[in-house]
């Protein structure tokens, strides 16, 4: 069974500053996606990462894979309060057929404080 | 231009009545998903379709069924609701496409609410 991990799951963090979010996953895997939510909303999509060494980066957030070790960081930089949000990583263990689907981790409520 | 779309918003039923959710697509993906979302949890997924292959999880209570009458449209029923069942329900397509693969798209979700 695949185990998806982040940690932290809660984040107050002040604005300005830095941080990194961390998931690991069980299974080899080359498909992880990070996703930002908004309460009572639906899911954001923000990365798609499909290779090893696969960065991506949008505005103040960046993610990254590494499929040896299992792990992917979403890294928050000069954090400002719009990025107050939950955000998820998922693994879509990718070997076709039906087993294309994703598994969560539990997410991050990400709190920026003035 | 949206490309899952999930009907109703906002569903609020009586302990015990059925009730149906419904999702749309018009990516013309051949897998839809769904997911249902408690509060402050993550997306747990309760079943997909694989074009028309069906995909139980194990965990997935009985309560819960599924229907996908052609690629565009697929259908969540729950037979009794409990008050155990008031979530968000998140439907989501991916595909593949002569070759490509394109990752996952999720609709607006339905809250239901159990009453």
């Known amino acids: 069974e695949l185990k998806v991990e982040q940690n932290p799951l809660f984040l107050s963090m002040q604005e300005g500053k830095n941080y990194t979010i961390y998931c690991n996953y069980s299974t080899t895997s080359d498909r992880l996606y990070w996703y930002r939510q908004d309460p009572g909303k639906s899911l954001e999509s923000l990365f798609v990462l499909l290779s090893n060494g696969a960065v991506k980066q949008e505005g103040r957030l960046m993610a990254s894979l590494d499929t040896k070790a299992r792990l992917s960081t979403l890294h928050i930089t000069a954090a400002v309060h719009d990025l107050s949000a939950t955000y998820f990583c998922?693994?879509?263990?990718?070997?076709?057929?039906?087993?294309?689907?994703?598994?969560f981790g539990k997410g991050t409520l990400l709190t920026v404080n003035p | 231009d949206a490309m899952v779309i999930q009907n109703p918003r906002y569903q609020v039923t009586q302990f015990g009545k059925p009730v149906t959710l419904s999702c749309s697509q018009t990516l013309n993906h051949n897998v839809m998903y769904w997911y249902q979302q408690k509060s402050s949890q993550a997306p747990k997924l309760l079943f997909h379709?694989?074009?028309?292959?069906?995909?139980n999880e194990a965990d997935t209570p009985d309560n819960f069924q599924s229907r996908r009458p052609n690629t565009s449209f697929c259908f969540l029923d729950i037979r009794s609701p409990g008050l155990g069942d008031a979530a968000m329900y998140l439907c989501?397509?991916?595909?593949?496409?002569?070759?490509?693969?394109?990752?996952?798209?999720f609709g607006s979700g339905t809250r239901l609410t159990v009453v």
């Open positions: 989501a397509t991916s595909g593949v496409t002569r070759g490509l693969y394109y990752g996952y798209t």
């Open positions: 998922a693994v879509d263990p990718g070997s076709g057929g039906s087993n294309y689907k994703l598994t």
């Open positions: 379709y694989y074009d028309k292959d069906f995909n």
